[in-house]
């Protein structure tokens, strides 16, 4: 049984641009990067695989559910979001952005008991952000933000995670003990993620299957080497690279000259 379906998705913003017939499937514990050019609807099908955004016809099931059927707090549980730019104007501690990740478990004006608190602690150490608990989350660099963010997702104990470009503002360390925790969540705590990304060589790199978007439509999905070609990269994003297999761990590279 797919953890996430989609049939048939249709959505528009009553502008030019429409998302058409998306049909995906994703598997438990699966690992998907979504790529396609800026523009191409990433961002928006994201949000319909997620529930914020409601399709205008078709279906999107988490499990046996329809996305549109769940209650917030029951959405809350089942999947978490990180969103690309998320920006916190106020100066929460890192420890409480990290704690709202257990609201959706907890009851109305219940409070935090051990256990959350176990859960946030465990949350802050899987992403190297202990040290880090007190500080105010705006005054983070964005790869220490990014990491808390992801630490929240943690704490929040939802079988899968969605990420909107997790590594758009990162160095190439941070981008890879970002897409190393990802792994970690996916392999080691069974957890199906999705995320977006415009580094096609990181998307080959670390998930098991690519979609590409192009204008809307799902062009093809595969593993990445069946996805991320010459041909197809060439035709969707209309430049002129050259995709060969890593020397190393046979996942399709991406190049380009220059002058
Ligand atoms: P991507 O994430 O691949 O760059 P998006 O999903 O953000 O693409 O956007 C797809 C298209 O939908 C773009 O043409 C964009 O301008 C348009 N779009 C995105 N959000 C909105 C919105 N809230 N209202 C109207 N058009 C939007
Ligand atoms: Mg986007």
Same mark, same amino acid.
Do not use: C
């Given at each position: 049984? *797919?953890?996430?379906?989609?049939?048939?998705? &249709?959505?528009?913003?009553?502008?030019?641009?429409?998302?058409?017939?998306?049909?995906?499937?994703?598997?438990?514990?699966?690992?998907?990067?979504?790529?396609?050019?800026?523009?191409?609807?990433?961002?928006?099908?994201?949000?319909?695989?997620?529930? +914020?955004?409601?399709?205008?016809?078709?279906?999107?099931?988490?499990?046996?559910?329809?996305?549109?059927?769940?209650?917030?707090?029951?959405?809350?549980?089942?999947?978490?979001?990180?969103?690309?730019?998320?920006?916190?104007?106020?100066?929460?501690?890192?420890?409480?952005?990290?704690?709202?990740?257990?609201? *959706?478990?907890?009851?109305?004006?219940?409070?935090?008991?051990?256990?959350?608190?176990?859960?946030?602690?465990?949350?802050?150490?899987?992403?190297?952000?202990?040290?880090?608990?007190?500080?105010?989350?705006?005054?983070?660099?964005?790869?220490?933000?990014?990491?808390? +963010?992801?630490?929240?997702?943690?704490?929040?104990?939802?079988?899968?995670?969605?990420?909107?470009?997790? &590594?758009?503002?990162?160095?190439?360390?941070?981008?890879?003990?970002?897409?190393?925790?990802?792994?970690?969540? &996916?392999?080691?705590?069974?957890?199906?993620?999705?995320?977006?990304?415009?580094?096609?060589?990181?998307?080959?790199?670390?998930?098991?299957?690519?979609?590409?978007?192009?204008?809307?439509?799902?062009?093809?999905?595969?593993?990445?080497?069946?996805?991320?070609?010459?041909?197809?990269?060439?035709?969707?994003?209309?430049?002129?690279?050259?995709?060969?297999?890593?020397?190393?761990?046979?996942?399709?590279?991406?190049?380009?000259?220059?002058?």
């Amino acid at each position: 049984m *797919p953890v996430l379906s989609l049939e048939k998705v &249709n959505f528009n913003y009553g502008s030019d641009f429409a998302l058409l017939d998306i049909n995906l499937l994703i598997p438990e514990k699966g690992f998907l990067a979504l790529i396609g050019p800026n523009g191409s609807g990433k961002t928006t099908l994201l949000q319909i695989m997620s529930g +914020l955004l409601t399709p205008k016809s078709g279906t999107v099931r988490l499990g046996d559910d329809r996305v549109g059927d769940l209650g917030a707090r029951e959405l809350a549980k089942r999947v978490a979001v990180i969103s690309s730019e998320q920006y916190f104007e106020f100066p929460f501690p890192v420890e409480e952005v990290v704690s709202m990740g257990r609201f *959706p478990h907890l009851g109305r004006l219940q409070r935090f008991a051990r256990h959350d608190w176990e859960v946030v602690d465990r949350s802050l150490q899987m992403t190297q952000t202990t040290h880090l608990r007190n500080r105010p989350i705006s005054q983070l660099s964005s790869g220490e933000r990014q990491r808390v +963010l992801i630490a929240r997702t943690i704490a929040q104990e939802t079988p899968f995670l969605m990420l909107d470009e997790p &590594n758009a503002h990162l160095d190439i360390n941070h981008q890879i003990a970002v897409f190393r925790l990802l792994q970690e969540l &996916n392999r080691d705590h069974d957890m199906s993620i999705i995320v977006v990304l415009h580094d096609l060589t990181a998307a080959a790199a670390f998930s098991q299957t690519v979609a590409l978007l192009d204008r809307g439509k799902l062009v093809t999905v595969g593993p990445p080497h069946e996805v991320i070609t010459t041909k197809n990269i060439r035709t969707v994003y209309g430049a002129d690279v050259v995709v060969h297999p890593s020397p190393e761990g046979g996942f399709p590279q991406v190049t380009y000259s220059g002058n």
